[in-house]
Every structure is written in C-alpha cells, then in structure tokens.
C-alpha cells in the first residue's frame, strides 16, 4: 500500500523546485529592469513604492486561500525586496536601536534585505535621508489611541523631504522580562508612549513598580535586561532580538492599538491607483480661514481623512493645518482643490502622494 504522507512530501518537492526555479526567474526579470534604468540615466535606486504597491494588491486580490491576504502578501514582498536587493539593498534610517516598533514598520514596508541604518533620534531620521546617508526613513506619525506624534509633524514643517508611503502598524505591547514573576517586578522601563499606551495593565497588575521613561521600547528592553527584577515593554522583534523572554503578552490597554508610519525620502511616487496625498497649510488667525480650506474639498467630495493643527512659529495665534485627503496630486479633482485652497490660505506645501498602505 502506498504511503500518503510519501506521495504528498513527493509533490511538495515539485512544488519547491517550480517555486524556485520562478523566483530565480524573476530576479532575472528585476536585474534586466535595473540595467534598462542604468542605461536610461537612473542612478541611486530602483525601488518604486507605487509598483509595489500594485503587485501586493493584486496578490491579495487573486488570493483564494488557504493562507491570509496578509501572509500571501507578506511572501510577495519579500520576493520582491529579494529582488530588488540583488542588485543594490535599500538603505532605510530609523528611530533605533534594532527591535523599535519603527524598525519593525521598516521591515513591514521594505521587507528584511534592507541595509537597517538605526539612529538616535527622529530629527537624526530626516538628517541622514536629507544628506542621501539613506535612500529612505520611516518616522511614526500617529497612534490610533495617542493621537498624532507633534514632534514629527513638526519636523515636516522645516524639512524638504516628501512621504513617499505610509506603514500601519498593529502595535502588540509585551512585558519583557528575565524574571519569571511579576511579584519580583520593581521597576518597568518603557518608553513613554508605550507605558502611556499600557498605564491600565501596569495600574492593575504593576501599581508599585516604577515607571521609567527611555528613549525608545528597544533601549528599554537592553537596560531591563540587565536587572533581574526589571521589566520592560516591547515588541516580539525586540524580545528576540535581544533574547529577553516574554513574561506577558498583549498589555496594551486598547486591543487594536495602531501606529501609522511615514515613509520619508526624495523619491515622489506616480499615482498606484489607491492613493494618499498629504498637506501642509499655513493659514492666519482670521474669519473663515477653515472653511476657505475645507470649502474646496468638499465641493469636488475629496475625502479628508485627517486635519491636525499646529502653532505655526511664522506669527502670533497663526497656526498650519496638517491634512490627509484621498487622491493623488495629479489628480484634476485635488490639483485644483490644491491651486484653490492655495489663493485663499497663506501658503500650500504638498509633503507628499503616496500609496495607501496595503495591509
């Protein structure tokens, strides 16, 4: 009698030799592509975020199981970073060390070929992308129950770097610990949105442990890790990474916690079909400034998806309006929302259109 498990281990070997024999050839594909660039004056790199953005929709599209949109689109993007990695890694700057929940956004966004370029801090993110030290950055920019993160906003203000795409990330907190109690727990070493993010859990099962403010989750988890009775929050990355255990999973006081990321760079992306455009509008303290801005959207029925308010620095109570709205520039519809809102506010800088984030 035949052995089953012999005959299906038999085709998953056709299987894998198929597979392989197709991403050899589509590496090959992706190195005539590079070349053709090359010899059309391209230099740098070849990584185009609206392509890529298209081939993950269309392989969530096509998708009819057994396996989740999520983890189908995950291989396809690590097939392409492979790829595009053969002939020339992305170098992608973030708030570092390794393990942050922004290194995880990169990863999610880029795939794990990139050349990681951790740094100290945010405004050392838009420095190294500015100074071509790095092809791209990924900076957070909101948090679903935070709110928006000011201080990259205002970074946008003065930088001339353009949102080339943006990363949601579901954010899982975790305690980390090398203890193997929580009654041994003394102190918890956070970073201060993540110990803002998880006061809950840390109120009922932590209440007299001290809450320590670092940096970031990853530096956090390398100074636990040096104390027995210490414990930190942090993703499964940083858990791995640094080899610390996990003595509780999933803290966050809010179940779908979600960090949205930008990616930053000089690269600005053509329409994919599904976009994001986002905008920075100075505007002066006066009568119906907000609703000249808001007038011309609504009238084309451009969907606005976000509007944050800063003190501008330029005056006394004048302020600029961070606003997110569906569509691309080229758009007819938002170019001439853009050119409309333009006349009637003080200044329109456009900090980028982009693809919506995929998954």
Not at 157 to 173: C, D, N, Y
Not at 218 to 227: D, G, K, L, T
Not at 295 to 311: H, W
Request: charged letters at 25%; one cysteine or more.
């Amino acid at each position: 009698m035949d052995d089953p498990l012999a005959e299906i281990s038999k085709r998953i070997d056709e299987i894998d030799i198929a597979i392989q024999k197709l991403v050899s050839e589509r590496a090959s594909c992706a190195a005539q592509v590079a070349k053709v660039k090359q010899q059309q004056g391209e230099t740098g790199h070849f990584y185009r975020p609206e392509r890529e953005a298209q081939v993950l929709r269309a392989v969530m599209k096509r998708n009819t199981g057994p396996l989740t949109d999520e983890s189908i689109a995950s291989i396809f993007r690590e097939i392409m970073a492979a790829c595009l990695a053969h002939e020339k890694p992305l170098k992608v700057a973030f708030l570092g060390p390794k393990g942050t929940y922004t290194h995880s956004a990169a990863i999610k966004h880029f795939g794990s070929q990139i050349e990681s370029q951790p740094v100290a801090s945010i405004e050392e993110v838009f420095r190294v992308v500015e100074a071509d030290a790095a092809n791209f950055g990924v900076v957070p920019v909101e948090n679903s129950s935070a709110g928006v993160i000011n201080h990259t906003l205002d970074l946008f203000m003065k930088s001339p770097l353009t949102i080339s795409g943006e990363v949601a990330l579901r954010v899982r907190h975790n305690l980390l610990s090398q203890s193997d109690s929580l009654d041994k727990i003394d102190r918890v070493y956070a970073h201060q949105q993540s110990l803002s993010q998880c006061s809950q859990w840390l109120d009922k099962n932590l209440p007299n442990a001290e809450r320590i403010a670092m940096s970031s989750n990853a530096q956090a988890v390398m100074q636990a890790n040096e104390s027995p009775t210490a414990a930190s929050i942090g993703g499964s990355m940083a858990a791995e990474l640094y080899h610390v255990p996990i003595l509780v999973p999933d803290i966050e006081d809010e179940p779908d916690n979600t960090t949205r990321f930008a990616v930053i760079g000089h690269h600005k992306s053509p329409p994919s079909g599904d976009d994001r455009t986002s905008l920075l509008v100075f505007v002066q303290n006066k009568p119906g400034s907000l609703f000249g801005l808001l007038k011309p959207l609504a009238e084309r029925g451009i969907s606005m998806s976000n509007i944050e308010s800063r003190p501008s620095r330029r005056g006394v109570w004048d302020y600029v309006f961070f606003i997110d709205i569906d569509g691309h520039r080229d758009d007819d519809r938002v170019r001439d929302a853009i050119a409309e809102i333009n006349n009637v506010s003080a200044m329109v800088t456009i900090l980028g259109s982009y693809p919506k984030a995929v998954l």
